[in-house]
């Protein structure tokens, strides 16, 4: 047997037989707003029903979630609502000074996304709109993509639509880059031949080693992880599971994760914006 199926195999058995949830009717209620935390598929969805990964986490880790006082993501939240009203750049501006109060300008905003940019002619996550408006609004220099400042600004941003049904377009031309992340959500990556759909499709709801799987559903990031204490972004989750495969990855900002991210969020369309959720 070749050495990469050996590994896939060893792979296969660490999955466990199915495992309930920690509370299979549990209900996400935060600050008086219930979540939508299972929905109807989209049609043309290989899923019988849509589930926030919340439902799949432990009741101590659900718990976080459900109080923001407890919730350890509003720690950034709460930098970045500074940074919102704080010059930067050669153009003397803030956000603020073009979109006003953060509450008011972004509701909606992290539930349309990513979505197309007829402007730019390309696909454009959060990301790409917050590092447009520092350089080209702002004169200031862009964020990296997966670290801290921009982490905690698009969980501000996402803030704003909490409760609200994520709900993206890909019609006209955001409908080839809705292809190229189906494609890749059902291509083997790595030594150990693993697709994403392999772990949050085939076994969604079992337990691998000490994690119980989810639909893998993106309705909360950024999602503060208790295992590295810190937001992590969609992209950076992306990366981290291709890593797992032990394949050589994309880079957050890429268009294959861009793309990725547009159809991962389809399959996830009518839960609620969750951001910032907690997850393990």
């Not at 296969?12 to 598929?41: C, F, Y």
């Not at 799987?213 to 204490?229: D, V």
């Not at 394949?247 to 547009?262: C, I, K, N, Q, W």
Request: proline share 4%; glycine share 8%.
């Amino acid at each position: 047997m070749k050495r990469a199926s050996i590994l896939a195999a060893t792979a296969a058995l660490a999955i466990g037989a199915s495992a309930a949830m920690s509370d299979e009717n549990a209900e996400l209620v935060i600050d008086g707003q219930k979540m939508i935390t299972r929905a109807a598929p989209q049609e043309g969805s290989p899923l019988s029903e849509v589930l926030s990964g919340w439902l799949f986490r432990t009741d101590e880790t659900q718990a976080l979630e459900v109080d923001d006082f407890d919730n350890p993501g509003f720690v950034f939240v709460e930098q970045a609502a500074a940074a919102w009203e704080t010059v930067d750049g050669s153009e003397g501006k803030s956000c603020a000074s073009c979109h006003g109060d953060v509450a008011e300008s972004m509701k909606g905003v992290r539930a349309a996304m990513p979505k197309w940019n007829a402007e730019a002619n390309d696909l454009w996550s959060l990301e790409n709109y917050v590092n447009n408006c520092r350089e080209n609004r702002m004169g200031a220099k862009p964020w990296k993509w997966d670290k801290d400042e921009m982490n905690a600004m698009t969980a501000l941003i996402g803030l704003q639509s909490r409760g609200m049904p994520v709900s993206v377009s890909i019609d006209g031309p955001a409908q080839e880059w809705w292809e190229r992340g189906k494609e890749m959500y059902y291509t083997r990556y790595g030594q150990l031949e693993l697709a994403c759909s392999n772990c949050h499709e085939d076994h969604y709801g079992d337990m691998i080693r000490a994690d119980h799987l989810s639909q893998g559903q993106i309705n909360g990031f950024p999602t503060y992880r208790l295992k590295n204490a810190k937001l992590n972004s969609v992209h950076g989750r992306f990366k981290g599971c291709i890593r797992d495969t032990r394949a050589e990855t994309f880079s957050p900002g890429s268009p294959e994760f861009r793309a990725l991210e547009l159809y991962v969020a389809w399959r996830g369309t009518g839960l609620s914006v969750e951001t910032p959720s907690v997850r393990n």
